[in-house]
């Protein structure tokens, strides 16, 4: 017997049909919402954010190109202070001057401390003290040099300078220095003692050479020769005996041996 056609598969069908449309659409409404909120974003934002890309971009490469010659320059000032290093080796003092004159005024900060230790040196094996005094004392007054380097400049430039300067001078300068426990305690010191002799003050001197002379982080040839200073101005400044000889005989050449 044949069956009544019903609608129900074709009502499923046009349902289906209809969901899929409505999903289409829905996809096509969202994703133009999306494209106009992009839009607008751009609209309001893209100038600023694409200045920021531009600024971003800029810096890197500005970055690089410091970066890069920054570099180069370094290694062109280490190549002048070697090459003048080899000159000063060779007894070439004028040339050693000219290799590293430039770094003096457009050296780093590191370059020009080296390039005014170098002259200054260079000036002293030629017997021009007022030149290295001048060096020296550039140095001191650069704010920019480690404090270290310039209490060394302040040493040399007071040594190299010493006969010219009065002892009160001479103490002035060093006083700060000459004390134990500073890395220069050793040589300033002994410029301060020997300004402090001059001056008449002997038990300051003796006081400051038997200091220096018990100072086990001072040069041996330094303590030596300061405690023979102190004995000299009555200041007592063996402290251990024992020790004392034991020094002398480790220095002194073996029996029997003949001076060549």
Do not use: C
């Not at 069956?3 to 289906?16: F, K, L, V």
């Not at 999306?34 to 751009?42: I, P």
């Not at 500005?62 to 202070?81: H, K, P």
């Not at 000063?88 to 004159?101: N, Q």
């Amino acid at each position: 017997m044949a069956r009544t056609p019903t609608t129900t598969n074709t009502s499923e069908n046009q349902a289906g049909a209809t969901s899929r449309e409505d999903e289409v659409l829905m996809r096509e409404i969202d994703e133009a919402v999306r494209q106009d909120d992009t839009l607008q974003f751009f609209q309001k934002y893209g100038v600023a954010l694409g200045s920021a890309v531009a600024i971003i971009i800029v810096g890197m490469f500005g970055y690089w190109w410091w970066d890069s010659t920054t570099e180069a320059a370094l290694e062109e000032q280490s190549e002048a202070i070697v090459s003048a290093l080899d000159s000063i080796e060779a007894t070439d003092f004028s040339g050693a001057d000219e290799k590293v004159e430039g770094l003096i005024d457009d050296g780093s900060v590191g370059a020009r401390t080296m390039a005014r230790f170098l002259q200054a040196a260079s000036a002293l094996e030629q017997g021009n003290n007022d030149k290295a005094v001048e060096l020296y004392a550039g140095i001191v007054a650069d704010g920019g040099t480690p404090q270290p380097l310039r209490d060394l400049a302040l040493v040399r430039e007071v040594s190299a300078n010493f006969d010219k300067m009065k002892p009160a001078d001479v103490i002035a300068k060093l006083e700060g220095l000459a004390v134990p426990g500073n890395p220069y305690f050793g040589s300033a010191g002994e410029l301060v003692a020997v300004a402090h002799l001059e001056a008449g003050n002997r038990e300051e001197a003796g006081a400051l050479f038997s200091a220096i002379s018990q100072d086990e982080t001072v040069p041996d040839t330094l303590r030596n020769r300061t405690r023979q200073m102190a004995g000299l101005l009555g200041v007592d400044a063996i402290v251990d005996v024992n020790e004392l000889i034991e020094e002398q005989s480790s220095a002194a050449p073996p029996p029997g041996a003949r001076a060549q």
